[in-house]
């Protein structure tokens, strides 16, 4: 394997990461505030269906991108009044969202563009389009680090370089802010948090709102940066493995950005080799397109070492009175 081919293996992880990278940023959110979520899939998979067909509506990638938050917000507060609100099963709310969103998607879709569910093919400003950075086609025949800068660094939306900004910003956050110590808090000791005169439901319900947001970006981000529109069931598990990656990263920012690299790797791997011939022995692409599931039950196994969530996760708060 050749050092261009590396690179272009790279720069494809890092594409596919990138949904991952936000949707395990907003699972850390909600969790860190002791509101699980399973239903990161369905925020995604509405957001994509709202940012394509509004893009399309619209020729406009930036409303698309704001009816994509939109759709995943309303599925927020859908789990924020059955989890906060109504104190129900943090688990089968999200599981419910899933559902929810998989068939209304397919069923909206139908009804308004008669495609079979998916929506018309996106082009032109209904697109993200990759952004070359400065010096970038001056520096690519600089040895080693001009085709890094050019390949990998360069030529991304500007999503991509959003979703790696939240990175930082989402550890200041939690760990230089009030709002942060807050939040962790909720996630940890709620009846402390109350009796210090912070309102526990409106942290959570914060919590659950940036996740909503987040999911919305990683959507929009799936049908008009990746793909020129939705299909059904696009998502294909992502939000799932958003949530083994966030618990490989044991609910901490940095390490997110690894875990979710890994998986992206895992899946441009399988992309660039359907079959991956070893010499001795060729594994079949079956195999090779199922790797990043693969890791998925592995690191779901406890394979990866004990991660401890926060200790109030998946309980409603009942005010003592």
């Known amino acids: 394997m050749d050092f261009a081919t590396i690179l272009q293996i790279v720069d494809s992880a890092v594409r596919l990461m990138t949904p991952l990278l936000l949707a395990c940023l907003a699972g850390l959110y909600s969790e860190r505030a002791g509101i699980f979520d399973i239903g990161l899939e369905g925020k995604m998979l509405m957001a994509a269906f709202t940012s394509a067909s509004v893009a399309y509506a619209t020729g406009t990638v930036w409303l698309g991108l704001l009816a994509g938050i939109g759709g995943a917000l309303a599925l927020s507060l859908v789990h924020g009044l059955a989890s906060i609100t109504f104190r129900g099963n943090q688990l089968i709310s999200g599981v419910a969202i ?91 000791n709620p009846a402390s948090v109350d009796t210090a005169g912070v309102s526990v439901t409106r942290m959570r319900y914060a919590a659950v709102a940036i996740c909503g947001v987040l999911c919305g970006i990683a959507g929009a981000y799936l ?38 690299f890994l998986f992206g790797l895992m899946e441009a791997v399988s992309n660039r080799f359907p079959d991956l011939d070893l010499g001795f022995v060729t594994i079949p692409s079956m195999f090779m397109n199922a790797l990043p599931y693969i890791l998925t039950v592995i690191i779901l196994a406890g394979f990866v070492g004990r991660a401890i969530p926060p200790r109030a996760g998946g309980e409603p708060y009942v005010k003592e009175r």
């Open 98 to 188: 899933n559902f929810l969103a998989a068939g209304l998607t397919v069923l909206l879709g139908q009804k308004i563009f008669g495609l079979g569910g998916r929506t018309p093919s996106l082009e032109g400003d209904a697109r993200f389009h990759a952004i070359t950075l400065p010096f970038a086609e001056n520096l690519r025949g600089v040895p080693v680090i001009g085709p890094i800068y050019a390949e990998v660094i360069s030529g991304h939306t500007v999503l991509v370089y959003l979703a790696f900004a939240l990175v930082p910003l989402t550890w200041w956050v939690l760990y230089r802010t009030r709002f942060g110590l807050r939040l962790r808090a909720v996630g940890e």
């Open 223 to 260: 049908a008009t940066g990746i793909s020129a529109g939705f299909v059904k069931d696009m998502t294909a598990g992502r939000g799932y493995i958003a949530l083994a990656a966030l618990i490989f990263a044991k609910w901490r920012p940095w390490p997110a950005l690894f875990a979710t």
